[in-house]
């Protein structure tokens, strides 16, 4: 997956202008934490928080949680890795097409794999797998499932572990988290991102959240200082400072919808529909590869050639909205591609 991943613009020469690979919110790293960060970086000559103690308190408290129900990790890809190394060589399935790294995580333990299409999940399924990976809303498709019927889902399903990736759930309307039923879901295992909507992909801090008993036994592989300081200074001062990092959401699903409907009144493309601030589109003319080369080579813009994610063909490609110029830039582009 790592070569597949979007956010590579450091694999071309030229300036990217606009990067639509990436569904981290495009407003930027925030000044105030930008601050805090520089502020803080002496800080780095010291050994950080071997476990992450006082951000995991802190974010049980701003949650609502009980102690012991949260792991902080080194982005929400470790806690993947660290639930498929916790339940090695179990069966999973994995709701499709979604996040290469689920499958990735579960090959890399041995685990027994079969694929659900999310077209066919159903709140009344009975799954014979040990786990269910299942991204809420899904990358890269946007879509969602409702909470009663994801709840109900889950508790029809006793003896299954639900994984509930919600890196994108401030995205959307459309879901709501599991987080604040966690105490009567001893199956589930909630996957949260800081980095999309604070800006901070680089820096990689996420958390996991569940049932203490559940959690503890993923914690049994957690490495020690896997979050380094930065990254926890990071987490306080998104925690202490949670207004400047409140998305305008209802603006930029609107400015989502604007671009999808700009691309999908092109007879070229095949856009599909999405609750969230990126979606999946397929080029009817060449591969997802070619037009993402040429964007880049011609117009600075990139995009993700979703061509890899299971499920998916040769030209599908992900976007997510950035601006309004920007925007207008990959319509037009795309608008140029499809007389090339």
């Known amino acids: 997956m790592i070569q597949g991943h979007g956010d590579d613009g450091y694999l071309f020469t030229q300036p990217v202008k606009a990067d639509f690979s990436s569904n981290v919110w495009y407003g930027g790293l925030q000044q105030g934490l930008a601050e805090h960060l520089k502020n803080k970086v002496s800080g780095v000559d010291h050994y950080p928080d071997a476990g992450g103690q006082r951000l995991q308190s802190l974010l049980e408290r701003e949650a609502g949680l009980s102690a012991g129900t949260v792991l902080v990790t080194n982005g929400g890809t470790e806690g993947i890795y660290l639930v498929a190394q916790a339940f090695n060589a179990a069966t999973a399935t994995i709701v499709a097409p979604t996040f290469a790294e689920y499958a990735d ?52 399903n006793k003896h299954t572990v639900f994984i509930i990736d919600e890196a994108y759930i401030q995205f959307t ?77 209802e603006e930029l699903l609107q400015d989502t919808f604007h671009l999808w409907e700009g691309i999908r009144k092109m007879p070229e493309y095949k856009v599909w529909p999405t609750h969230t601030h990126f979606f999946l589109f397929e080029t009817l003319t060449g591969t997802a590869a ?51």
């Open 290 to 340: 070619a037009l993402k080369m040429w964007l880049m080579e011609n117009y600075g813009i990139l995009i993700r050639d979703a061509s890899n994610f299971h499920g998916l063909e040769q030209g599908h490609c992900r976007v997510a909205c950035r601006s309004a110029a920007d925007n207008k830039l990959l319509t037009t582009a795309l608008r140029q591609w499809t007389q090339y």
């Open 105 to 156: 995580a579960c090959k890399l333990y041995r685990h027994q794999i079969q694929y659900l299409n999310w077209d066919k999940l159903s709140a009344d399924m009975v799954f014979s797998t040990d786990m269910v990976f299942l991204c809420n809303p899904n990358n890269p498709t946007g879509q969602t499932i409702e909470e009663h019927a994801l709840q109900h889902l889950i508790s029809h």
């Open 173 to 249: 309307h459309d879901a709501a988290s599991m987080l604040p039923h966690l105490h009567r879901l001893p199956n589930v295992l909630v996957l949260r991102s800081l980095t999309k909507t604070c800006c901070i992909p680089g820096l990689r801090l996420g958390y996991m959240a569940g049932r203490k008993q559940l959690l503890d036994r993923v914690r049994a592989f957690k490495m020690p200082w896997a979050v380094n300081s930065l990254a926890l200074e990071a987490g306080y001062y998104i925690l202490e400072h949670p207004e400047q990092f409140i998305i305008p959401r």
